[in-house]
């Protein structure tokens, strides 16, 4: 199919320039359709088995992400009082999280369109991904991270795969308004998810789920940050049924963490405008955005898909992260247990029908964030190399 840029505001097609990521003419966000044929069939595994509706026209950077696993939770379905819950865990992509379905697609257009350099602001994930692609392009890469709130893993990831790791005397809002200026000058490839064709590969996520179900789920529950990633997937199942491949399409449960929750704002006043957050606070570091770039898309995937926000605090995201971890051996990072905290809510609520098939997404892997678990969990008991010693260490 063939794809062109469109505004998502006044729907008029865009010819942007690569550093272009706005309607000339009414500042709007931009989006990618396509037009032309659908495939009866798609070949191969993950992110680029769908590539007849991606961007790219050249040979892709990638690792094979994509193709994560979908758990059934039969002891979840039994505490929530469900009937089929499930959870797609992006945490087992290449880098560990979602990000990797955006930046193989995101990497692969900065080399089409020429660019040598590509940066993000990133509260972590976005970093860690985008300079593993970049290594793997050759690209050099500068990542900008609000100093202090990332989680060991994910800066680990980015010093090692070869970014120019700065860490900035500012929040995650604050970089991100730094490097978009510094992209404006066209020396540099944004590949924050404000970049539209970054959403083209996470709304391939959707395209797995409706292909393993074989229909999409009645409900999709997923942390919001800075909104990407709920616009990418609703896009995903909104094409899916258009297309003809599915029939029905989800609606959309969106969880913000309660000191970060802009958009729950926005939703629960029936306002169209986000006001943002000053100054965002949440164990969960991933999700720690006041002013997500994305509510114009969340927004209208919450109005057309009659989605739900919902807001959980930190020790709902903990309690349901040892939960995912405990009962059903799902390793996830604490953005991506708000997935459950926000369910949990809303089941207690009563806003879910027993018969829904459910998905949560966890969008990250338990390793991103070690230094919360230890708080959390605490250390290992020590003992002396003696059996005395560790029976006594086990009786007690
Ligand atoms: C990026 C990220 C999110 C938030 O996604 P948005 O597209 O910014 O809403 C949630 N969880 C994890 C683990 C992330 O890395
Ligand atoms: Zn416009």
């Known amino acids: 199919m063939k794809p062109g840029l469109r505004c998502f505001d006044c729907h008029r097609p865009v010819h942007a320039a690569a550093n272009q990521h706005h309607c000339p ?99 972590g994930n976005t970093s860690a991904s985008l300079s593993l692609y970049a290594a793997k392009a050759g690209l050099d890469c500068v990542v900008l991270l609000p100093q202090g709130k990332v989680a060991l893993g994910k800066i680990s990831q980015a010093m090692m795969h070869g970014a120019r790791v700065l860490s900035i005397k500012g929040n995650f809002d604050a970089s991100l308004k730094l490097v978009a200026q510094l992209c404006e000058s066209g020396e540099f490839y944004l590949l924050n998810s404000v970049n539209a064709y970054r959403l083209e590969g996470q709304k391939t996520a959707a395209y797995e789920i409706c292909e393993e179900l074989g229909r999409a789920p009645d409900r999709l529950v997923l942390p919001v940050g800075n909104a990407g990633n709920i616009s990418a997937y609703w896009k995903g199942f909104d094409e899916f049924q258009w297309w003809g491949y599915v029939k029905n399409r989800p609606r959309m449960l969106g969880v913000q963490a309660q000191g970060a929750a802009p958009i729950v704002h926005a939703h629960q006043t029936g ?126």
């Not at 495939?39 to 992110?47: A, I, K, L, N």
């Not at 100054?279 to 739900?308: C, F, M, W, Y």
Request: proline share 6%.
């Open 25 to 123: 003419r009414c500042g709007g966000l931009l989006d990618v359709i396509y037009t032309g044929l659908r495939p009866r069939r798609f070949h191969g595994r993950g992110v680029w088995r769908y590539k007849a509706m991606l961007p790219c026209r050249i040979p892709p950077v990638t690792l094979q992400e994509g193709a994560t696993p979908l758990y059934r939770c039969p002891r979840l379905e039994e505490e929530l009082g469900l009937r089929e819950v499930y959870v797609k865990h992006e945490g087992m992509n290449p880098t560990g999280s979602f990000k990797d379905r955006g930046m193989t697609v995101g990497v692969t257009m900065a080399l089409q369109l020429g660019m040598k350099r590509v940066a993000c602001a990133s509260t």
């Open 271 to 396: 306002k169209r405008e986000v006001t943002p957050v000053r100054k965002p606070e949440t164990v969960a570091t991933a999700i720690r955005i006041g002013n997500p770039v994305n509510a114009p898309k969340a927004i209208r995937a919450l109005q057309q898909s009659k989605g739900d926000m919902v807001a959980v605090t930190d020790k709902e995201i903990l309690q349901a992260q040892r939960d995912l971890a405990r009962l059903e051996g799902i390793g996830v990072e604490p953005a991506s247990a708000a997935s459950l905290a926000g369910l949990r809510k809303m089941v207690k609520q009563k806003e879910i029908a027993r018969g829904e098939t459910i998905v949560m997404v966890t969008t990250g892997h338990l390793l991103k964030d070690p230094e919360t678990i230890l708080q959390e969990c605490g250390r290992p008991t020590e003992v002396e190399g003696n059996m005395g010693a560790l029976k006594r260490a086990l009786l007690a």
